[in-house]
């Protein structure tokens, strides 16, 4: 009686939550090369030059400032093919600068892009002001449903006997007998992996809860980094020397990003990418005052283990952390929801169409 219930349960969840799912598992997949897919549709835009042929930090924000006096940079960072990319203030947009003569190529809204586009589908199903709050919760609500669908699926697999022998997959039993085998051995060896993308992406929404969750799970505390206040210290003047004097504090590392002073006597943040590190793994360096000093210094690769899958969920997530391996097995574990719902549907259908044709054919009871 409880196996049949909790079928029923797994088939009345699939289809509650079949078109979001649908819909995060194509763009989960796209999701994860995304930023390739955008350099393609950017073409000349990103094509910045040589390695090495790029002005100085300073000369940037400074021709920018030239063209246009009117935004406020808030971050620049290093994109991969070398050019800068330049974060602005107060929604303002970002844009896109040749690092060879410090000319603004191209100044967009995020969303307005293809990643953007494709981003906003799969968070909030392109919904804008308060509703996209609520749509997001939704969002978080199906990744869970996922979750407790594997829970299912596996109690389900488990309850009758030799489990096991049922993750061989074969068609030599007809259609029906190997998709139900595809569908079951395809759960239980995506399990782990699929559950942690669903986590991970309740975590971008869901914090708190998802924090607690995972500081429970570690017995480890997620820690943020804890600069100094900003009070006294003299205007930074010379942009490049400071960020010359954090590169020294972290030997072997690669620039990848700074956050500009937003007020007078405010530091500069810049974010290095020490040798042998991962993706999320940038150590920070608080530089200000005059003559310009290090403030503080945060190191990621030296924190605990809550911490550094806390600022990693979205490279987990999305699977940037392991190399073209990861990131291609990666688009498969997304495609997984969307067979599970294909096949559960299918095989629910074919259920239903022979128990119609099995009580047609059971003969009228005489008068």
Same mark, same amino acid.
């Given at each position: 009686m409880r196996y049949r219930l909790l079928r029923r349960l797994h088939l009345w969840v !699939?289809?509650?939550?079949?078109? +979001?799912?649908? *819909?995060?598992?194509?763009?989960?997949?796209?999701?994860?090369? $995304?930023?390739?897919? @955008?350099?393609?549709i950017d073409g000349e835009v990103r094509n910045n030059g040589p390695v090495g042929a790029s002005l100085s930090p300073t000369a940037i924000?400074?021709?920018?400032?030239? @063209?246009?006096? /009117?935004?406020?940079? #808030? !971050?620049?960072?290093?994109?991969e093919d070398h050019g800068?990319?330049?974060?602005?203030?107060?929604?303002?947009?970002?844009?896109?600068?040749?690092?060879?003569?410090?000319?603004?190529r191209k100044h967009f809204y995020p969303k307005d892009t293809f990643?953007? #586009?494709?981003?906003?589908?799969?968070?909030?199903?392109?919904?804008?002001? +308060? %509703? %996209?709050? #609520?749509v997001r919760h939704g969002v978080s609500a199906v990744a869970l449903l996922l979750i407790v669908q594997f829970i299912i699926g596996l109690w389900l697999w488990l309850k009758p006997p030799m489990p096991f022998r049922r993750l061989s997959v074969t068609f030599r039993q007809g259609q029906r007998f190997g998709i139900l085998r595809l569908h079951q051995a395809t759960g239980i060896a995506t399990f782990l992996i699929l559950t942690a993308v669903a986590l991970t992406g309740m975590a971008m929404y869901w914090h708190d809860p998802m924090r607690v969750m995972l500081e429970w799970a570690t017995q480890s505390k997620v820690e943020e980094a804890t600069p100094p206040k900003a009070q006294g210290l003299a205007p930074l003047k010379d942009l490049d020397a400071a960020i010359a004097l954090a590169e020294e504090t972290v030997p072997d590392a690669e620039l990848r990003h700074?956050?500009?002073p937003r007020h007078p006597g405010d530091p500069i943040v810049v974010g290095l990418m020490p040798?042998?590190?991962? /993706?999320? @793994? $940038?150590?920070?360096?608080?530089v200000g005052d005059d003559p310009a000093r290090v403030l503080y210094t945060y190191v990621a690769t030296e924190a605990n283990l809550a911490t550094t899958i806390w600022h990693m969920r979205y490279i987990i997530h999305v699977g940037k952390f392991g190399g073209p391996i990861?990131? %291609?097995?990666?688009?498969?574990?997304?495609?997984?929801? %969307?067979?599970? *719902?294909? !096949?559960?549907? #299918?095989?629910?259908?074919?259920?239903?169409?022979?128990e119609g044709r099995a009580r047609a054919q059971v003969p009228a009871p005489a008068e």
């Open positions: !699939s289809l509650l939550a079949a078109v +979001p799912l649908l *819909v995060l598992s194509l763009t989960g997949a796209l999701l994860v090369y $995304a930023p390739e897919l @955008q350099r393609a924000v400074d021709r920018v400032a030239q @063209q246009r006096p /009117d935004l406020g940079i #808030w !971050s620049l960072s290093i994109t800068w990319t330049a974060w602005l203030r107060d929604g303002a947009g970002v844009l896109r600068i040749d690092p060879a003569t410090g000319d603004i990643e953007g #586009w494709l981003t906003a589908l799969h968070r909030r199903y392109l919904t804008e002001g +308060p %509703a %996209a709050k #609520w700074f956050r500009l040798d042998g590190a991962d /993706d999320g @793994q $940038a150590t920070r360096v608080w990861i990131r %291609a097995l990666w688009v498969f574990v997304a495609l997984v929801p %969307a067979g599970f *719902v294909i !096949s559960g549907l #299918w095989l629910y259908l074919g259920r239903r169409h022979r």
